[in-house]
């Protein structure tokens, strides 16, 4: 592993997947669809030398509406179908927290941080991508640039239509 690494951390829902309708949650494998481009993306990030860290908010579990198994079931049926295109995640960390009641839920850094200690982040080739406020205030209070994808947010370093279009500028950056 690299003493400092380059990290491209991923917001989930919006950025991976298509998000659950407004107020709803992806709480099973069944309702997670890949955005389209987000298999290459991942591949093209990970043969350009850069871990891929998704860090991700879902409420859904403090609101029982899933459980920690459900989580990990959609997460591990997602990293298969990645590993059978070439392309993988190198880890996740979760905020299953309300709002309000923790410091890793986004846009504080506690995943951020959590991450560090397997990953050694090199913050100057590091980046955050997502496609909400919080995702980018996120990246910004940990202090590594930004991009949205999807929603313009006027606080990114740089916006994308998706995160294949985000990660061609990564790699080419």
Known sequence: MNKNAKVVFLDRDGVINAKAPEGDYIKSWKEFHFLPGVIDAIRLLNNNYYHVII???????????????????????????????????????????????????????GLFLQAEQEFPVDKSKSWMVGDSESDIEAGRNYGIRTIAVANPIPLADEQFPNLLSAAYFIVNG
């Open 55 to 109: 860090i991700t908010n879902q409420r859904g579990i403090a609101r029982h509406l899933m459980t920690m198994q459900d989580l990990h079931v959609i997460h591990s049926s997602m990293e298969e179908v990645l590993q059978r295109h070439g392309a993988h995640i190198d880890g996740i960390y979760v905020c299953p927290h309300e709002k309000g009641t923790c410091h890793c839920r986004k846009p504080d850094i």
